[in-house]
Structures are given as structure tokens and as C-alpha cells.
């Protein structure tokens, strides 16, 4: 299918895609951070917010452990440890397909967390250590390459420049306060920005980082002015242009409160999503935001009216309570009233032997579907319709009880994500027969289509849930 977009970002084991934007979630396991200091300084918090988060839709969660506002105290490398490495050993123990970013300048604590298995580094002075760049290499990580002059801003400074080569009769007759425009040039501004990210990406380049590993992030707020800051959104284009994904880390920041009037950093949420949606249009494909679940909904609804990006995707159904080809086939028919999804072809039903503890047979079939829908809300349209056919979940059985219907979202194109609620590809998809089977009436090759899509597939001798009977067809259309 046609897209406007085909670019991925290798993170470690993961190939993510950018056909459509990602959220990556900022959990700052800090006492003095500037608008969440101190609320996840508990590992065990922090670990339940990193999962809050995932089910809310959030593709990436951003840990850090060291403030980087304005007057923040620096942290050692050990005591920046201490804070993220419970925490990133909690999220992997709970959800060990996560995306995990390590939001550090220390290569000693990236190195630790490179074999924790985070799967990018997110590196606030630009990989400028060549011991971070090293660390990079060794790795297979995704790398964030941030703009920060820590010297003054870009504009500030060059302007400086420009006054003292002035001779002193001519500086004196014209007023420093006199501005013509309300904005500065961007020119200079976004000369260095690009300048320096382009730089820092080719050092990575030349130690061995591919180029598909790299994204680049102008470093709003970092020492810039709240106009310097607004240049650098308008410029989001040309940073594009540059080839790499963009990352766009506005979230509650001076600049986001000064162009909005609002004072308190956690109320900048709102305004926080205005300009993640208008870096979105210009072609970012990565925001860092606070509001995982406010700024998922205002993505996904702006997404499903503004682009036409379809994706193909498995449904795995079971049923073993009552009229059990019924109870499939008006699940299929559920299933394509779902907005923005439509079945596109429904397998057999199949007889298969209990597994996971179920103690009868179950009959099992796979659908076929085409949807515009985030998967995060795919999920919850498919629990909508286990609900209306009157499933009933037994704590106790831990999900594996009897069922009238069981909706599995198994597979979505170009999809990745891991949580609670959802994991993508399903984490069992390769060893189940009840599903592998009913996908050949689908597909010419579904072990082929899944391992290239990088499912490990199981030999049908090792598989679960056996298939030992067909049934006959759905009746959905």
C-alpha cells in the first residue's frame, strides 16, 4: 500500500516504524525535575507508571535519572545508576518486549543500561564524549542526537559577534533594545542547530553507527530563548530534510508556557499537544511528552482524519461455551462494524485441543482485517465485543476459563508494542497451531510472512493448541 512515509528507526532488536508517529513517554526518576520532580523517585512507582503509560499508548518510555532544568544540581554517574537501573530491570521484568530509552550524558551508566537492555540512548549533549560515542558503537542501540549550547543561544551568540566587530561610534548609536521583527532570523539559528546535528550524527557515522540508528533532536529549551525556540518549530521541516527521524521534546517547557500564557508547568499539557501536532505535519515521527494518554488521543484522532493508512492485521477468535461456530461468526461480523476496519476474509473454523490450562476443546479461526485504527485502540474495540457476547472473566483462571469469545489482536502491519493490555505481535503467536493453521486458509505461507515480519515460528510438533478437526465455514457476511 501507498505511504508517505516508509522510514524506520533501528532500536537494538527492534525496527521501528515511522509510517505513522511514535510517543515515547518521559519517566524521570528524579527528585528536581522541573514539572514532575519527585513523583517516581520509588522504583516500584516508576515501574507501575512506565506500564500506565504503555497501556495509555505510549511506544517508547524515555527514563531518566538526572535533571537537566535550568540550575539543576549534576548527579554522578553512580548516583544516576542507583535511580534508573531498578526501575529499567522492573518495566523488563513486567514487559520484556518494551522499548526502553536511557535519558543519560554518562557513559559509564549508558553502558550499564546497554546490558540491562535498553534499546536507545538519548544523549542531551549530542554524543560530544567520545566515550558515549564509543558506547554507541559497541551497541546496537538507537542513538538521539540533541542540540545544546551550553554557551548561549545560537542567535545570542552570533549577534554578540556581529556587535564587537562593529567599530564603537557605530555600536553606540544604535540602541541594543531597538527590534524590527518579532521573531530573530532564522538563518543563524537553525545554521548551527543543523550544523551541529549533521556533525555529531557523521561522528557516530564514522565509529560505526548506521545511519538508520540515528535521530536528531534540536534541544528545545536548552539554553535557547523562548523566541529562539519558536523559530526552531516553524524550521521543523528543514530539519527533516536532513534525513534522519526528528524527535520533537516540547513537552511543558518555558517556551510551551510562554507562547500560551500558562504558568505551571504540568498545566502546559494542552498547549504541549498543539505543538506536537504541528511538528507532526511538518514530519516529526517521535514525541516526547509527559501526557502519554492526553497527546495518544489527539494523535490518533487527528492520524484517523488526516491520513489514509491502512494496515493489515490478525484477529485470533475462540470460543467454548455454547453455540461455538455462532458465537465466532457474530464476533466476524462485530469485528467489521468496528470503525475504520473492515474483515477482509475469515478462515475456517477448526476443532483444537485445550492449551494454557483450558480444560475442554475450543473452536478456533482467524480474521483477516484492514484498519486505520491505533492498535491501543483497536484493543479496546475488540474487549468491547467480548463484553457484548457475554464473556465472562474469572480472575482466578487467569484468562483461561471458559469463554463465549476470545478476541487475540495478534498482528498488525508495521506494528510493535508491549504493556499490559497489549503486546504486538502477540507474544505466543508463533507457537500457537490454532493459529498458524486457520492462517493458511489466508495466506499461501504464513510461517514465511511471520518470520519475515521477525515472529520466531514454532515446528508444528512443538506448537500448543493443536488443531484436530475442521468445523465448517463462518457465516458473517
Given amino acids: 500500500m501507498l505511504r508517505e512515509d516508509y522510514s524506520t528507526w533501528r532500536c537494538g532488536q527492534h525496527v521501528l516504524s515511522l509510517a505513522r508517529p511514535r510517543i515515547m513517554g518521559i519517566l524521570n526518576v528524579t527528585p528536581d525535575s522541573f514539572s514532575d520532580g519527585g513523583e517516581n523517585t520509588d522504583p516500584a512507582a516508576a515501574v507501575e507508571r512506565a506500564l500506565q503509560m504503555l497501556d495509555e499508548g505510549a511506544d517508547i518510555i524515555d527514563v531518566g535519572g538526572e535533571s537537566t532544568r535550568p540550575g ?16 529499567i530491570r522492573g518495566i523488563l521484568s513486567k514487559a520484556p518486549t518494551a522499548i526502553i530509552s536511557v535519558d ?31 558506547v554507541a558503537a559497541e551497541s546496537d542501540c538507537g542513538c538521539i542526537v540533541m542540540h545544546w549550547n551550553k554557551l548561549g543561544g545560537p542567535v545570542t551568540r552570533r549577534m554578540v559577534q556581529l556587535d564587537s566587530e562593529r567599530p564603537a561610534r557605530v555600536r553606540r548609536t544604535v540602541p541594543t533594545s531597538t527590534r524590527r521583527f518579532t521573531l530573530p532570523e532564522a538563518a543563524p ?201 457475554k464473556r465472562v472473566r474469572d480472575p482466578r483462571l487467569a484468562g483461561h476459563g471458559p469463554r463465549t469469545i476470545d478476541c487475540d489482536l495478534c498482528f498488525v502491519e508495521d506494528e510493535e508494542h508491549a504493556g499490559p493490555k497489549l503486546t504486538l505481535p502477540h507474544p505466543h503467536l508463533g507457537e500457537r497451531d490454532y493459529v498458524l493453521v486457520p492462517m493458511e486458509d ?31 465455514e463462518l457465516d458473517w457476511q
Fill in 442 to 472: 489466508l495466506m499461501h505461507d504464513p510461517v514465511r510472512y511471520l518470520m519475515h515480519a521477525g515472529v520466531p515460528v514454532y515446528a508444528p510438533e512443538d506448537r500448543v493448541g493443536h488443531v484436530v478437526a475442521e468445523v465448517g
Fill in 72 to 87: 539543576a544540581k549534576p548527579v554522578t554517574p553512580e548516583e544516576e545508576a542507583h535511580r534508573i537501573v531498578p526501575v
Fill in 189 to 389: 539559528v537553525m545554521r548551527e542547530i543543523m550544523g551541529f546535528l549533521g556533525d555529531q550524527a557523521r561522528v557516530l557515522m564514522r565509529a560505526g553507527v548506521s545511519h538508520d540508528r540515528i535521530c536528531i533532536d534540536p534541544g528545545p529549551g536548552f539554553d535557547k530563548t523562548y523566541d529562539q525556540d519558536v523559530v526552531i518549530q516553524r524550521a521543523t521541516r528543514k530539519l527533516v530534510s536532513m534525513g534522519y527521524p526528528v524527535l520533537n521534546a516540547v513537552s511543558r517547557k518555558r517556551f510551551v508556557g510562554a507562547v500560551s500564557g500558562v504558568k505551571d508547568a504540568p498545566d502546559r499539557d494542552f498547549a504541549t499537544t498543539g505543538i506536537a501536532l504541528a511538528a507532526v505535519e511538518s514530519g516529526a515521527r517521535v514525541l516526547r511528552v509527559h501526557d502519554v494518554a492526553g497527546v495518544c488521543q489527539a494523535l490518533d484522532t487527528y492520524w484517523a482524519v488526516t491520513k489514509a493508512d491502512p494496515r493489515q492485521g490478525f484477529v485470533s477468535i475462540g470460543s467454548n461455551v455454547g453455540d461455538r461456530l455462532e458465537n465466532l461468526s457474530r464476533a466476524v461480523r462485530l469485528i467489521n462494524e468496528i470503525p475504520m476496519t473492515c474483515v477482509v476474509q475469515a478462515s475456517h473454523a477448526y476443532e483444537t485441543q485445550p492449551a494454557y490450562g483450558i480444560e475442554t476443546s475450543v473452536v478456533n479461526a482467524v480474521v483477516e482485517i484492514r484498519t486505520e485504527l491505533a492498535p491501543i485502540v483497536l484493543i479496546d474495540c475488540l474487549l468491547d465485543i467480548e463484553t457484548q457476547l
Fill in 104 to 134: 543519560t550524558r554518562h557513559a559509564a551508566v549508558a553502558k550499564i543500561c546497554v546490558r540491562l537492555g535498553v534499546s536507545i540512548l538519548n544523549d542531551v549533549t549530542g554524543f560530544t564524549d567520545p566515550a558515549m560515542v564509543q
